[in-house]
C-alpha cells in the first residue's frame, strides 16, 4: 500500500503537519506538486531549448497546469510522474549528447521508488523518447556504429541500475501483487510463490 499510495517524498507534508490540518496538509501538497511540475519542466526548458527565464516560466506554467495535472488532484499519487518527467527525458538527452549517465539515473530511480506504476510508465515513455532523440533529436551530425552500439548499452545498463536502486520498493511490491491485488496476506493453496502463505478459512 505504501508502495503504491504514500511512497511519494511529497506525502511527508501530511506526515509533519498536525492532524487538525488535514486538509489544509493535503492542499499543500497539491499545490507543492503542481509548482514542481512547472519548476522542473523551467528548469528542462531552459537547460535543453536554451529558452529564456521568462519564457520558460510562461510555457511551464502552462504545462503544469495541464489537463492531466488538474484531473489527478484526486488522485495525487499518480502526478509525481508529471515532476520526474522532464528531469528523465534531460538525462536521456545528456546521455547521449555527453554520456552522462547520474543525470538520468537519479530521476528514474525516485519514479519507480515514488510509484512503482507511474514509473513502469515512464520506463516506457524512456525508450521511445530515447530511441527518437538519438536517431532524430541528438545535435550530433553523424554516429558510428559502434557509437551507436555504445549508446545503446550504456541507455541498458544505466536503466537496470534506476531500477536496482529502487528495488527495496519495487521487489516488495511485486511479491505483494504477485499473491492478487486484495490478497496482500493470503492465497490459495494453488498459488505459491517461494514463500510461505497463511491460509485463512
Known sequence: ?????LASPFTLI???????MLLESLLIMQLAKIGSIGVTFSYYLQKSKKMRPMNSVIFST??????YAVIQLMDPMWIDGLILLPLIALGIEYLVDKKARVNYIIPLAIIFFANFYIGFML???SVIYFLYYLFFGTEK????IKE??????????????????AAVMVLPVYFSLSLGKFEFTTCSDERRV????VLRR
Open 1 to 5: 500500500i505504501i508502495g503504491y499510495y
Open 14 to 20: 501530511v506526515m509533519l503537519l498536525p492532524r487538525t
Open 141 to 144: 551530425e553523424s554516429m558510428t
Open 148 to 165: 551507436l552500439a555504445f549508446t545503446v548499452l550504456r541507455f541498458g545498463y544505466t536503466s537496470l541500475i534506476a531500477g536496482a536502486c
Open 123 to 125: 520506463a516506457i515513455f
Open 194 to 197: 517461494g514463500q510461505e502463505c
Open 62 to 67: 502552462l504545462f503544469a497546469l495541464c489537463a
